[in-house]
């Protein structure tokens, strides 16, 4: 049997604290029995603060102990904090990465092909923006997985998608610049597309929130709505293209 670990945390109607779910998730990963109690309100979670003197939430308890918030949890377990003063080379990493497989990419079509097509261009054009969106995800993946949780359907369910979208998105627009594994490129995006794209309709045009979009990044005030969903929706119908040309 493992260790009890109990957590209170904020699950609203028009938010969901990221932080919880991290909290919930890892405390799962590391295989506690854990015990998720949802303050439902504003005046729930005041409430709740107030009796027991914090000043945040979640809050985690282990074995009857209250071991505190996030960043907490992870130093009770050992696991690397992340100091926002640290200098940090992530972004240009991103940055250069992306562009050198980018750049080998359509080296490899260029080969194959020999030529720039009409539709191709077309192709390239979508495979670019959807690497320079990834880009913008992975300058600070923390930030983006902390916003992305906020609405995004399936990373609530299973944390660790939030850290999958931006490197699934990056690789399947560099694999169609290339035109190789074209089949594992569609299908990544179909999926993250697909869900994506449902995520934002819900959160947006049918929950009417009022939301940051992750899709440039963790730090934007883009709001989520008709950008986030066409960056989904052109993944869908990039996806669906490629498996026509397959078919036919």
């Given at each position: 049997m493992g260790q009890e670990a109990t957590i209170y945390r904020m699950v609203m109607k028009d938010h969901i604290c990221p932080f919880g779910l991290k909290a919930k998730d890892l405390l799962i990963r590391e295989g506690f029995n854990t015990h998720d109690h949802w303050l439902r309100t504003r005046d729930e979670t005041d409430a709740y603060m107030r009796q027991e003197g914090v000043e945040t939430t979640p809050q985690v308890f282990i074995d009857?102990?209250?071991?505190?918030?996030?960043?907490?949890?992870?130093?009770?377990l050992g696991k690397p904090l992340r100091d926002p003063e640290a200098v940090t080379y992530q972004p240009v990493i991103?940055?250069?990465a992306v562009a050198a497989a980018m750049a080998m990419a359509m080296a490899i079509s260029y080969f194959a092909h020999g030529a720039l097509f009409s539709f191709q261009m077309v192709k390239w054009f979508i495979a670019f923006s959807m690497c320079i969106l990834a880009?913008?995800?992975?300058?600070?993946?923390e930030s983006f997985s902390n916003m992305f949780l906020g609405y995004d359907l399936l990373a609530r369910k299973v944390v660790r998608y939030a850290y999958f979208y931006p490197f699934a998105e990056a690789v399947s627009g560099v694999l169609m610049i290339a035109g190789v594994l074209t089949g594992l490129a569609a299908s990544l995006a179909l999926f993250i597309g697909a869900v994506g794209a449902y995520s934002v309709f819900k959160a947006v045009y049918i929950e009417k929130r009022d939301l940051k979009c992750a899709c440039v990044g963790g730090d934007s005030n883009v709001p989520l709505g008709f950008i986030s969903l066409t960056e989904n929706l052109m993944m869908v119908c990039m996806a669906v293209w490629i498996i026509g040309d397959a078919v036919m």
């Amino acid at each position: 049997m493992g260790q009890e670990a109990t957590i209170y945390r904020m699950v609203m109607k028009d938010h969901i604290c990221p932080f919880g779910l991290k909290a919930k998730d890892l405390l799962i990963r590391e295989g506690f029995n854990t015990h998720d109690h949802w303050l439902r309100t504003r005046d729930e979670t005041d409430a709740y603060m107030r009796q027991e003197g914090v000043e945040t939430t979640p809050q985690v308890f282990i074995d009857g102990k209250r071991i505190g918030g996030y960043d907490d949890l992870r130093r009770y377990l050992g696991k690397p904090l992340r100091d926002p003063e640290a200098v940090t080379y992530q972004p240009v990493i991103a940055v250069f990465a992306v562009a050198a497989a980018m750049a080998m990419a359509m080296a490899i079509s260029y080969f194959a092909h020999g030529a720039l097509f009409s539709f191709q261009m077309v192709k390239w054009f979508i495979a670019f923006s959807m690497c320079i969106l990834a880009i913008l995800k992975l300058r600070d993946l923390e930030s983006f997985s902390n916003m992305f949780l906020g609405y995004d359907l399936l990373a609530r369910k299973v944390v660790r998608y939030a850290y999958f979208y931006p490197f699934a998105e990056a690789v399947s627009g560099v694999l169609m610049i290339a035109g190789v594994l074209t089949g594992l490129a569609a299908s990544l995006a179909l999926f993250i597309g697909a869900v994506g794209a449902y995520s934002v309709f819900k959160a947006v045009y049918i929950e009417k929130r009022d939301l940051k979009c992750a899709c440039v990044g963790g730090d934007s005030n883009v709001p989520l709505g008709f950008i986030s969903l066409t960056e989904n929706l052109m993944m869908v119908c990039m996806a669906v293209w490629i498996i026509g040309d397959a078919v036919m």
